[in-house]
Nanobody, 116 residues
Framework: QVQLVESGGGLVQAGGSLRLSCAAS????????MRWYRQPPGKQRELVAG???????NYADSVKGRFTISRDNAKNAVYLQMNSLKPEDTAVYTC??????????WGKGTLVTVSS
């Protein structure tokens, strides 16, 4: 089993920044993909950004140029630097990790609220 714990959420004004962290522990595989998803109030969950163990990144169009995903393989951690936040970025942000064998693990999420 793998446990994922997110941190860094909170309340911020529009235009501000937050940095989310997600730490993984347990039965860690070195080959994996880590992703951040978000679920805005009343809406479906959507992919925000992903990063492979080799460092390849992808982003949702809505966050390109504002959000940056990074990882520290030695710490089994992934980060999401969120700049120029907008009210529409308000959501529960959840960390996901997929191992090379296909096993997928989820954190419990952290709430980000952006006020206008």
């Amino acid at each position: 089993q793998v446990q994922l714990v997110e941190s860094g959420g909170g309340l911020v004004q529009a235009g501000g920044s937050l940095r989310l962290s997600c730490a993984a522990s347990g039965n860690i595989y070195s080959i994996n993909v880590m992703r951040w998803y978000r679920q805005p109030p009343g809406k479906q969950r959507e992919l925000v950004a992903g990063i492979t163990s080799g460092g390849s990144q992808n982003y949702a169009d809505s966050v390109k140029g504002r959000f940056t995903i990074s990882r520290d393989n030695a710490k089994n951690a992934v980060y999401l630097q969120m700049n120029s936040l907008k009210p529409e970025d308000t959501a529960v942000y959840t960390c996901n990790r997929v191992h090379s064998g296909g096993m997928s693990y989820w954190g419990k999420g952290t709430l980000v609220t952006v006020s206008s």
